[in-house]
């Protein structure tokens, strides 16, 4: 039975008001695909230094020769039922896009879709506290939003950043021999369905909340190392999906040591026992055909390579003489958990995309 915050009595739970939550809400990589395919180019300015083209973390546009505007937007249903987490957990996650450009925020609005016949205005006033306190810790302001009434609660942030436009890192731009570095451990996914399933004690509650409200405050500072030349952060297509666009942007194969993936406590107990969100399954249909496993890889270790990551860590791609410096970083920044995971190799002809060793 789960010990996480309990809502009010008069209202039903957050999260038995959404069909998915947190980053698990993401519409399937396979159908996402068919759905852009269709849509026709858009002329490109030369100042857009970053657009649709790799399925980046944001835009960034050159606004001169010192700065670039990054400009991104994340929002989703309730991954957890109190109310200010579920604000914090989206405004963390929304502002990440931001890092994973290797620039700062300067300031969010606030998008807010609400059941206002089913929640009172306390608890959809605690959601915006929540976010607004992640902001005040990010030093940014929430200069404004839109607000409408929804089926199912909505919440999450536009996030505008400054970088300059020499340490703007995509995700493409990994370089064959590479090394590979995962900022924060996987699991979020499953403790989400857990919570779910009212089988979350709270001890796992507590590292839920833990990871999806920790800023990735690393990302100016690692832009700005010599030797790191690619970042993403990991999220809803989860470690497997994120890795797959680094690869295909970079045209190269991503390589990925199983054993030296950070996972959160207790999570690979949690998915043996059912706890795996449904879109860890839409995730492996979307792109399993791209991905190598090794002989006898256990079924949860495949959910948890396919799980979703609300507001989940920086993936570095580096020079193997940066990797010291980078988790030199992370560690300055309170990321004890941050670990090289794997390589970036050549691409093998009919081979695939991501292989895990």
């Known amino acids: 039975m789960t010990a996480a915050p309990s809502t009010p009595a008069t209202e039903p739970r957050l999260t038995s008001l959404s069909h998915g939550g947190g980053c698990g809400c993401k519409i399937a990589p396979g159908v996402l695909s ?51 987490d579920f604000g914090r957990i989206a405004a963390t996650n929304a502002i990440s896009d931001v890092y994973a450009m290797g620039g700062t925020p300067i300031m969010a609005l606030a998008l807010v879709g609400m059941p206002i016949n089913v929640l009172s205005t306390r608890t959809i006033g605690r959601i915006l506290e929540g976010g607004a306190s992640v902001c005040k810790a990010a030093g940014i302001p929430i200069a404004g939003g839109h607000t409408i009434d929804s089926v199912e609660p909505i919440y999450g942030l536009v996030a505008l950043g400054l970088v300059h ?12 021999g590479d090394v590979l570095v995962l900022g924060k451990p996987l699991g979020v996914g499953v403790l989400s369905a ?16 833990a990871t999806t409200t920790r ?13 790191v030349h690619a970042l993403t952060d990991v999220t809803g297509f989860a470690l497997a999906g994120h890795a797959l666009e680094l690869a295909r942007g970079a045209n190269c194969q991503v390589q990925i040591d199983w054993a030296r993936v950070p996972l ?11 706890c795996v969100t449904g879109a860890s399954g839409r995730n492996w249909a979307g792109y399993g055909a791209e991905v190598a496993l090794p002989a006898g890889f256990a079924p949860e270790d495949q959910a948890l390579l396919t799980d979703p990551q609300t507001s989940g860590g920086l993936l570095v791609s580096c020079r193997p003489d940066a990797v010291d410096a980078v988790l030199a970083v992370f560690a300055r920044h309170g990321f004890a958990d941050a670990a090289a995971i794997g390589a970036v190799a050549p691409a093998e002809a009919g081979g695939p995309r991501l292989r895990v060793r």
């Open 34 to 84: 068919e759905i852009l395919r269709g849509q026709s180019a858009l002329p490109v300015p030369p100042e857009l230094l970053v657009g649709i083209e790799t399925s980046d973390d944001a835009a960034v546009y050159r606004l001169n020769d010192q700065q670039a505007l990054i400009a991104t937007t994340d929002f989703f249903m309730p991954i957890v039922d109190d109310a200010f």
């Open 194 to 209: 857990a919570l779910k399933k009212n089988q979350l004690d709270a001890d796992g509650y507590a590292q839920m909340i």
């Open 165 to 176: 436009p020499d340490r703007v890192k995509r995700n493409a731009d990994a370089r064959t």
């Open 264 to 274: 959160l406590p207790g999570v690979r107990a949690l998915a043996q026992q059912g």
């Open 215 to 227: 800023l990735n405050t690393p990302g100016p500072e690692l832009a700005a190392l010599d030797g």
